[in-house]
C-alpha cells in the first residue's frame, strides 16, 4: 500500500488557514466579551449615584531606583448636577498611621494633611475634562463615555478578590493625556459594572495601581462628605 504525503508547502497552507480561523475566532469571542463589558457600564452609569469602598493606593517607582508606596483608607465617588465628585481619606502611609483628606468637585481639588496642618488648593481650570475621565473610570462612567476617551481592548478575565473580573487594557486618545498617562489598565465587576482594580503607567514604567474592596453601591452619602473639616490656623496654600 501506497502512503501519499502531503507537500510541505501544502501543510504550511493547511497550518497557516487554521491559525488564520482560530486567531478570527478569539477576534470575534473577544469583541462580543468587550461589548458583554461595555454594556454592563452603561447600565451601571444610568443608575449611578454613589460608590464607597476601602481603598488600596500602591505607587511603584521603576527608575531610577525601584521603590515603592503603600497608601491605605477610604474612597467616596457621588454623582451631583451631572459631575462626579470624589472625597479620598489616607489613614496610613507604608503601614504608618497618617491623615490626609483629599476632596474633589466641581475643578477644584484640596488636599489638608492633618500633620502639617495645611491644606493645599488645587485649580483644574481647561484639564476638568480630562480629569474627570479618569475619575469615572469604573465609577459612574458609561461605556460609551469610556469609548469616546480610550482606545478599549478586552484582555480576558482575572480573579480580584475572589469575584472574576474583565480586564481592559486603555489607550488614552487625548495625545496630551497620553504624554503622561500612556496606558492604563481597568478590573471590572461586570455583574456590578464597577472597577476592583486600576493600573496607571507613566512614560518612565512607574505606575499606580489602585485596589478597591467592601465596595457599597448608591447609597446614602452623609451631609459634609466633600467639605474638608480643618482646625484654626490651618495654613492654606494656592497652587
Known amino acids: 500500500m501506497t502512503v501519499e504525503r502531503t507537500p510541505v508547502s501544502r501543510k504550511i497552507v493547511i497550518l497557516a488557514t487554521l491559525l488564520m ?8 469571542f473577544a469583541a462580543d ?3 458583554k463589558v461595555l454594556a454592563a457600564l452603561d447600565a451601571s452609569a444610568a443608575m449611578f449615584k454613589s460608590a464607597q469602598a476601602d481603598i488600596s493606593w500602591d505607587h511603584e517607582q521603576v527608575q531610577p531606583v525601584p521603590d515603592s508606596e503603600v497608601q491605605v483608607g477610604t474612597v467616596l465617588f457621588e454623582r451631583k448636577s451631572g459631575q462626579v465628585q470624589m472625597a479620598l481619606h489616607i489613614k496610613t502611609d507604608n503601614g504608618k498611621p497618617i ?3 483629599l476632596v474633589y468637585a466641581g475643578g477644584t481639588g484640596k488636599l489638608y494633611d492633618h500633620q502639617l496642618k495645611q491644606v493645599e488648593v488645587f485649580q ?4 476638568q475634562s480630562q480629569l474627570d475621565a479618569f475619575l469615572t473610570l469604573g465609577f459612574g462612567g ?18 480580584v478578590g475572589g469575584i472574576s473580573a474583565a480586564k481592559l487594557q ?11 498617562t500612556p496606558k492604563v489598565l481597568l478590573w471590572i465587576d461586570v455583574a456590578k459594572g464597577v ?9 518612565s514604567g512607574d505606575f499606580v495601581l489602585l485596589t478597591y474592596t467592601n465596595l457599597h453601591l448608591n447609597g446614602p452619602v452623609p451631609s459634609g462628605s466633600f467639605d474638608l473639616k480643618t482646625p484654626p490656623g490651618t495654613q492654606v496654600v494656592n497652587h
Open 195 to 203: 472597577a476592583l482594580k486600576q493600573q496607571r503607567f507613566e512614560p
Open 33 to 35: 466579551d468587550l461589548n
Open 142 to 159: 458609561s461605556g460609551k463615555d469610556l469609548q469616546k476617551n480610550w482606545t478599549v481592548t478586552y484582555a480576558g478575565t482575572e480573579s
Open 170 to 180: 486603555l489607550i488614552p486618545r487625548d495625545a496630551s493625556v497620553a504624554k503622561t
Open 99 to 101: 491623615l490626609k483628606d
Open 21 to 28: 480561523l482560530s486567531t478570527g475566532s478569539r477576534g470575534a
Open 124 to 127: 483644574v481650570g481647561d484639564k
